[in-house]
């Protein structure tokens, strides 16, 4: 560990003032560090520890007592099951769709020089730099005003329904996708392609034979931000669903009226499922990493 | 391209046309979506802003360009109120995050990954439960206020929950990830022979600097916090500039200024951005957390989307947001350039 205080060693003029800098130095950090990940941990530990609960009354908002009740009839209260059915339909499309369209984009963005860059970056980083409330609100907006487009076919957009959801959830999933993948793609080694079509491969093939094993951890990994921004979405979802219910909006209305155990119980599972699938994604990113790119690099060196 | 060509050249011209058009074709369907549901949308609600009437008798457009300086000196309030909260928001999530994506960077170790495992976890979990979740930590006899009033240190009629120090703390809480990645990437990418350099070039402790830097920074951010509160100003001055001061004198180094600190400003303008514009446009902390006086513009603007149905002034405001926020970025991009940007973004 060097330390960045360690200039100070050689000076013995203020040894008391040096030794607690020193102290602070070694331990202070580790132990803010600690506790700031402590800290944001704490609320994700609560909504597990309530999950458990037993309230007395409709508000779960005090532990009274250790139970399983909600664990074991984790979709008991009606129209919980619709509303996480229709939030895991709605990430599944928003998520195939927007990874499909933002992988594209990042492979042009990086693969090829044409005119108008600085334009597609800019309309990439644009949703993203929209607060959600504004992105919403011109949806729900251009929805309503579709009706008056000859060309919009009636009931296609409005009234608003789980289509238009999706609609919304592609959209400000694209940019996020084209980001992870653009990350993924810089760096990637262009001679295995040159490589490919050398040695009579068509471009079609090469892409599915070796651009597209590469840049595959980039693309779950995307998918896997997608997925999780989608289901978690409420601001943009409660402006394009109309009547339809998914899981946050569920939990909003609920909370107006107190939350039940359930939603603890389903906010676990999902947290859990998340984190697995993380951890077993960056295993497998790993063993792809070590595969792949162990021998180049000790043929470029 | 003549018949007479020789075939070669046919297929490396066909080649090179299609290597030309490849990137439009890749780009096309997404762009198109984006111009669709994101560009048209913001030009649409632009249009609704000037329309006049109401959802019984119907809307007609009017070209009423009042209704913007009328919005604004009616919501001017709220505007003020939020980017106050966002700016504190921001600086405190800067003050939290960049020791914290330090201490990763620099001293993880072994810890690095389960450390950024842990910074990224809360989003595993819905925004709204983590926020529901902050009510009941916050409550009048929850896991903060609880033990402090029973051992008698607290009176029993001070509340954290539904004021704005709530709303800003949970602001906080929320947007803490989007601040600590960004720095953390800037900082990770420092050669840390950079820094040994400087000490060996005789970058010191910088003892007196650090007990400035510490103390005007701290001092700035207890007058913030003590006057949008609401709570009396000195002793919130006077905390901040001593515990600033304190930390600034033994852990600000001369190389930390000089070198450390400009190489992470790309993560330091890109997490501020990242923090500052969903806080800004927020509406869930204030209704969770807050009171009717702590209420943000994005508040009037979903009460005046989704319960008055008045769209006109909804989307005047809307449009006043985005506008805002947008000239901010861009002159930014301008500073910086859009490359660097959605580099660092995520």
């Known amino acids: 560990m060097t330390a960045v205080t360690a200039a100070g060693a050689a000076t013995t003029s203020r040894p008391t003032g040096q030794r607690l800098a020193r102290i602070l130095d070694r331990w202070l950090l580790p132990i803010y560090a600690g506790a700031a990940t402590a800290y944001l941990i704490l609320p994700v530990a609560v909504m597990i520890l309530f999950s458990f609960n037993d309230p007395t009354g409709r508000s779960n908002l005090n532990f009274r007592q250790f139970s399983l009740d909600a664990w074991l009839n984790p979709l008991g209260r009606p129209g919980l099951g619709d509303a996480v059915l229709n939030s895991l339909i709605i990430a599944a499309i928003a998520t195939l769709v927007s990874t499909i369209l933002g992988t594209m984009i990042a492979l042009a963005l990086v693969r090829y020089g044409f005119r108008g860059r600085n334009a597609t970056n800019l309309l990439i980083f644009l949703p993203m730099s929209t607060p959600e409330i504004v992105l919403g609100a011109s949806l729900l907006t251009s929805f309503i005003a579709s009706v008056q487009l000859p060309f919009v076919p009636e009931g296609l957009l409005y009234p608003l329904s789980i289509r238009t959801i999706v609609i919304a959830h592609i959209m400000f999933n694209i940019s996020y996708v084209v980001v992870t993948v653009k990350a993924r793609l810089t760096g990637f080694p262009r001679h295995l392609e040159e490589a490919a079509m050398d040695l009579g491969a068509t471009e079609w093939t090469t892409f599915w034979k070796v651009t597209f094993p590469l840049i595959l951890p980039g693309v779950v990994a995307a998918a896997l931000l997608a997925f999780s921004l989608s289901i978690d979405d409420f601001v943009v979802t409660s402006f394009t669903s109309g009547a339809t219910q998914t899981f946050p909006l569920y939990i909003y209305g609920a909370q107006l009226r107190g939350i039940p155990v359930q939603v603890n119980v389903i906010g676990t599972i999902i947290f859990v499922s998340a984190v697995l699938l993380v951890i077993l994604t960056t295993l497998w990113q790993r063993r792809v990493a070590a595969r792949d790119f162990a021998p180049l690099t000790t043929i470029e060196s | ?346």
Do not use: C, H
């Open chain 2, 1 to 346: 391209m003549t018949a007479a060509s020789p075939p070669i050249a046919t297929r490396a011209s066909r080649r090179f046309s299609r290597r030309a058009i490849a990137p439009y074709v890749l780009l096309a369907p997404g762009l198109l979506w984006l111009a669709i549901f994101y560009i048209y949308p913001a030009i649409q609600m632009f249009l609704v802003s000037l329309w006049t009437g109401n959802i019984e008798s119907g809307y007609e457009m009017t070209f009423n360009f009042g209704i913007y300086p009328e919005a604004l000196s009616q919501y001017w309030p709220w505007i003020v109120r939020s980017v106050e909260y966002g700016g504190l928001a921001t600086l405190l999530a800067f003050a939290l995050g960049l020791p914290l994506a330090y201490a990763i960077a620099f001293r993880g170790g072994q810890y690095k990954n389960i450390l950024l495992f842990l910074v990224i976890a809360p989003f595993f979990t819905s925004f709204l439960l983590r926020t529901i979740s902050w009510k009941i930590i916050l409550a009048d006899d929850g896991l903060v206020l609880g033990p402090l009033k029973e051992a008698g240190l607290l009176d029993p009629s001070v509340r954290l929950l539904a004021t704005p120090a709530a709303v800003v703390a949970g602001i906080t809480y929320n947007f803490l990830p989007f601040m600590t990645l960004p720095l953390y990437v800037a900082l990770e990418k420092i050669d840390k022979r950079l820094i040994e350099a400087a000490e060996d070039l005789y970058a010191g402790p910088w003892r007196p600097g650090g007990t400035i830097v510490g103390g005007v920074g701290g001092g700035v951010m207890g007058l913030l916090i003590g006057a949008i509160m609401g709570y009396s100003i000195l002793p919130f001055v006077l905390v901040g500039a001593v515990g600033g001061a304190l930390i600034g004198t033994f852990l600000i180094s001369e190389a930390f200024i000089r070198v450390t600190l400009p190489l992470a400003l790309p993560g330091i303008f890109a997490g501020s951005l990242l923090t500052f514009i969903p806080a800004v446009g927020d509406f869930i902390n204030a209704e969770l957390l807050g009171n009717p006086q702590a209420q943000m513009i994005g508040n009037v603007i979903q009460a005046r989307y989704l319960k008055t149905v008045d769209y006109p002034t909804a989307s005047a405001l809307s449009f006043i947001l985005m506008a805002a926020i947008l000239i901010g970025v861009l002159v930014y991009t301008k500073l910086l350039g859009t490359e660097q940007l959605t580099g660092t973004g995520v």
